[in-house]
Nanobody, 126 residues
Framework: EVQLVESGGGLVQTGGSLRLSCVAS????????IGWFRQSPGKEREGVSC???????DYTDSVKGRFTISSDNAKNTVYLQMNNLKPEDTAVYYC????????????????????WGQGTQVTVSS
């Protein structure tokens, strides 16, 4: 069973930066694809970014050019570097894992991701 632990959330001002980390254990890391999702009160959980073992990465339109996803296999960790943060980025951010590779519809069926972390709160003040 895959265990995921997120960290790195916090309170920042508009225009600030945060780096989220997702540490995975319990499975061969280089066989996992990782997605970052977020959910704010009253809204559905949405996909933010993903990284797949074949090198595929993707971002939702609202974060393109501001967020960067990366992976450190030696540390079993996926990072989400978030720059130029905006109040609308405020949400609980979750990482999720699935074995295999992802495609362009990676965020359409959340249940495809069998393992989820507990989430980390990101708050961007205006």
């Amino acid at each position: 069973e895959v265990q995921l632990v997120e960290s790195g959330g916090g309170l920042v001002q508009t225009g600030g930066s945060l780096r989220l980390s997702c540490v995975a254990s319990g499975f061969t890391f280089d066989r996992l694809a990782i997605g970052w999702f977020r959910q704010s009160p009253g809204k559905e959980r949405e996909g933010v970014s993903c990284i797949s073992r074949d090198g595929f990465t993707d971002y939702t339109d609202s974060v393109k050019g501001r967020f960067t996803i990366s992976s450190d296999n030696a540390k079993n960790t996926v990072y989400l570097q978030m720059n130029n943060l905006k109040p609308e980025d405020t949400a609980v951010y979750y990482c999720a894992a699935v074995a295999g590779v992802l495609g362009t519809s990676w965020d359409k069926v959340l249940s495809d991701f069998g393992s989820w972390g507990q989430g980390t709160q990101v708050t961007v003040s205006s």
